[in-house]
T-cell receptor, first 114, second 113 residues
């Protein structure tokens, strides 16, 4: 069966520090991968998605970047964090085909910027 | 721009009560998905509805897709504290979705014992 791992679960970082959040998927090949941010337990804001290695699409211009160095690895990064980067970050995967495919989420990273 | 609007935003009820939450759009969706998210966790898929007018049941949860495929509802019978969470609806956008989904902002349900 497929599993998705996201870490760390919580992170407290000072303003201006770098960031690296990692997400890996097991049990499937060539998945679509997604990074979302969720504010205050509300809706999901899509940040980045990837349909293959090295292919990253950005949905919202911001202080963050994403990379996909391997088929089942997705990394969210920042060189200098801002206070506004605080939030709950979720990674998700779906089968690498279009259509009515559900997304499967990791347990998220709670990021607090001080 | 396709949007999914969910109502109500918040709902607090007593154990044993029935409730309905809604997911509406002015656009047609090929399908809609419902997720439940518990605090500190990622959303988990409950159901996908595909056919206009379709009704799906998952124990005490009943999901309906509107005939015109522009709206969906989730009805919970005899709610329990374990039903507490954020309920999100989502659907694929019309063009070039590449697996992307449009999410509503959710209904936050609290069921008190």
């Amino acid at each position: 069966s497929q599993t998705i791992h996201q870490w760390p679960a919580t992170l407290v970082q000072p303003v201006g520090s770098p960031l690296s959040l990692e997400c890996t998927v097991e049990g499937t090949s060539n998945p679509n991968l997604y990074w979302y941010r969720q504010a205050a337990g509300r809706g999901l804001q899509l940040l980045f998605y990837s349909v293959g290695i090295g292919q990253i699409s950005s949905e919202v211009p911001q202080n963050l970047s994403a990379s996909r160095p391997q088929d089942r690895q997705f990394i969210l990064s920042s060189k200098k964090l801002l206070l506004s980067d605080s939030g709950f970050y979720l990674c998700a995967w779906s089968p690498g085909t279009e259509g009515n495919q559900p997304q499967h989420f990791g347990d998220g990273t709670r990021l607090s910027i001080l | 721009t396709q949007l999914l609007e969910q109502s109500p935003q918040f709902l607090s009820i007593q154990e044993g009560e029935n409730l309905t939450v809604y997911c509406n759009s002015s656009s047609v969706f090929s399908s809609l998905q419902w997720y439940r998210q518990e605090p500190g966790e990622g959303p988990v898929l409950l159901v996908t509805v595909v056919t206009g007018g379709e009704v799906k049941k998952l124990k005490r949860l009943t999901f309906q897709f509107g005939d015109a495929r522009k709206d969906s509802s989730l009805h919970i019978t005899a709610a329990q504290p374990g039903d507490t969470g954020l309920y999100l609806c989502a659907g694929p956008p019309k063009l070039g979705s590449q697996g992307n989904l449009i999410f509503g902002k959710g209904t936050k349900l609290s069921v008190k014992p």
